[in-house]
């Protein structure tokens, strides 16, 4: 049985650099935070925690302490609040998030209506959301879109979260351009996720199997599913070798593979391994 197993699978530019930040500043200075977990994977959390970074839900005092600022970014009221209340600031935001930021931030002082297209929770979102001096108005899919409201919208700007579906939001595109009569759009879907989308169009149609390998609560693995299963039939999200099933590959000769962008290479690995031994004849 043949393994294909995406180039883009596993960790972006962005979370590796994010970990490589945290791990060095961990060995680096001693007391470190972060808001939130670096991403949404329950062995790359471990691992960061091994390293001595502790994870808090809000700022207290920052006294002698270092925050790092994840690849998701972070709002301006929270980095105010950061160095107000003494943190050291050691930011690895994800420079094209910081892009997105940039824009959002120009596109507003323009007199645009910021419109966000993405998940109104996800920290991202709420990172760029929290660069303006205006409320944006967020779109998470085509069934929520506040028809009555984008009608008295003039001048807009669209931006898009970096992980999101390109398919799903050419679509909000569409039904935006129609109601507002200046719209600029942005498609600021990150390079990794494009390929990423590009390789899960493509892999489930020439496989009879798909697997995609992440943790249940991280969002892009989730889409990268999605996308998959609407293409084949066939398709499981698993988080480590544990959740296969032996009938899943009886009569299968091909086999595709992809991870979310903060599977670690070393979930990758071992669901490879225990595949080859279980189809080993
Ligand atoms: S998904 Fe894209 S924007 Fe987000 S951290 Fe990775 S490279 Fe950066």
């Known amino acids: 049985m043949k393994i294909n197993l995406a180039k883009s699978a596993g960790f972006c530019f962005g979370v590796k650099r994010a970990i490589d930040i945290a791990l060095k500043t961990a060995s680096d200075s001693g007391r470190v935070y972060m808001l939130g977990d670096i991403v949404h994977n329950e062995d790359v959390v ?3 925690r091994k390293a001595g970074i502790k ?3 809000r700022l207290g005092s920052g006294k002698n302490k270092v925050l790092l600022i994840r690849a998701h970014g972070i709002s301006q009221a929270n980095l105010k609040k950061a160095h107000k209340v003494g943190y050291k ?7 094209m998030v910081r892009q997105i930021h940039r824009i959002a931030k120009k596109m507003e ?3 645009r209506k ?3 297209i993405g998940d109104k929770k996800h920290d991202e979102v709420l990172g760029i959301v929290g660069q303006l001096r205006e409320k944006a108005l967020i779109i998470e899919s085509l069934r929520c879109l506040p028809a009555g409201l984008i009608k008295k919208i003039k001048k807009a700007c669209v931006i898009v979260q970096s992980t999101q579906d390109i398919e799903k939001v050419l679509k909000i595109v569409a039904v935006l351009k129609k109601n507002i009569p200046d719209l600029q759009f942005f498609n600021t879907i990150c390079m990794p996720t494009r390929m990423k989308q590009e390789e899960i169009r493509r892999i489930p149609q020439v496989n009879d ?3 995609i390998i992440g943790s249940k609560n991280s969002a892009n693995t989730k889409r990268l599913y999605q996308i998959s299963k609407r293409l084949n039939k066939r398709s499981y999200w698993i988080n ?3 959740d296969l099933a ?3 590959f009886k009569g299968i000769k091909s086999v595709g593979i992809t991870a979310g962008a903060s599977t670690p290479e070393s979930s990758i690995k071992k669901v490879i391994n225990y595949i080859k031994r279980i189809t080993k004849k």
């Open 109 to 111: 002082k323009k007199c």
């Open 246 to 248: 032996r009938r899943w």
């Open 46 to 48: 471990k691992e960061i």
């Open 89 to 95: 600031i050691i930011d690895a935001t994800c420079p």
């Open 209 to 211: 199997l798909m697997l």
């Open 55 to 57: 994870r808090i839900n």
């Open 114 to 116: 910021i419109i966000v």
């Open 240 to 242: 480590s070798p544990e």
